[in-house]
């Protein structure tokens, strides 16, 4: 039986995008926050003796970067949640030396930092698309 369908293509629409009611639901802060329950992990693994030294150093800066974003989202300005966007990346630069650290002194092997490091790497380029957009949204607004 011929369909009464005619042969062009379908065009289908994109789905719609996800509603931000939260910060919980921008997609760079849920890759944060996976950086940062790993970095939490490794601080864990750490010997004594660097409990209270490059372990909060890595436990600090990671919560950092899910914290600026988590506040700027919450401030009321665009030029706001920028600046504190900035901030989480200046974070994330840290805690990559701090890993880099690590590897350097063989807490985590090759593999583990390679992970951590690739994980880092995707935090930057959403949090750099979260300022481009957010910039973007504070052009448009002018």
């Known amino acids: 039986m011929a369909s009464n369908r005619p042969k062009s ?3 289908v629409a994109a ?8 910060f919980t639901d ?8 996976e950086l940062r329950i790993s970095v939490h992990g490794v601080a864990r693994q750490l010997p004594d ?20 974003i988590a506040e700027g989202y919450g401030r009321y300005s665009y030029q706001e949640n920028a600046q504190f966007c900035r901030q989480a990346r200046g974070s994330l630069y840290e805690l990559r030396d701090h890993l880099m650290t690590c590897g350097d002194e063989h807490y985590l092997s090759e593999e583990e930092s390679a992970e951590l490091e690739r994980l880092a790497h995707r935090v930057i380029q959403l949090i750099n698309g979260y300022i481009r957009s957010t910039m973007a949204l504070k052009a448009r607004a002018s």
């Open 15 to 22: 789905p719609p995008k996800a509603t931000i009611t939260d």
């Open 9 to 11: 293509l379908e065009v």
């Open 49 to 68: 003796y660097e409990k209270y030294g490059l372990a909060g150093q890595l436990r600090r800066a990671a919560t950092s970067v899910t914290a600026n």
């Open 26 to 33: 921008l997609e760079v802060w849920k890759a944060a926050r």
